[in-house]
């Protein structure tokens, strides 16, 4: 079992940065895949970005792709979302996932979940 918690979410304008973090409570970290989703109000849950469990490889949706970046520190048992250059569609709350496989795009594969953080961000 892995919970996960994220942190870092809140109101910002257009054009503003942020960054999340989400804690694992595993010190088996290492061997999860992680990822982030978001979700909108009334809209399905939406791939963000993923890393694999060393943190050699990324992959991102095309809607975020040179904006935002996903790394993880497996010392600290924390992954990580650095969001640049935001607009109003990244409103949402952004969930943190991981998964023992490899990378996929797909939330049902995820069997791990936060709470989720809200990201407001205001035109």
């Known amino acids: 079992q892995v919970q996960l918690v994220e942190s870092g979410g809140g109101l910002v304008q257009a054009g503003d940065s942020l960054r999340l973090s989400c804690a694992a409570s595993r010190r088996t970290f290492s061997g999860y895949t992680m990822a982030w989703f978001r979700q909108a109000p009334g809209k399905e849950r939406e791939f963000v970005a993923t890393?694999?469990?060393?943190?050699?490889?990324?992959y991102y949706g095309d809607s975020v792709k040179g904006r935002f970046t996903i790394s993880r520190d497996n010392a600290k048992n924390t992954v990580y979302l650095q969001m640049n250059s935001l607009n109003p569609e990244g409103t949402g709350v952004y969930y943190c996932?991981?998964?023992?496989?490899?990378?996929?795009?797909?939330?049902?594969?995820?069997?791990?979940w936060g709470q989720g953080t809200q990201v407001t961000v205001s035109s």
């Open positions: 890393i694999t469990r060393s943190g050699g490889g990324t």
């Open positions: 996932a991981g998964r023992p496989g490899t990378t996929s795009r797909r939330p049902a594969e995820y069997d791990y």
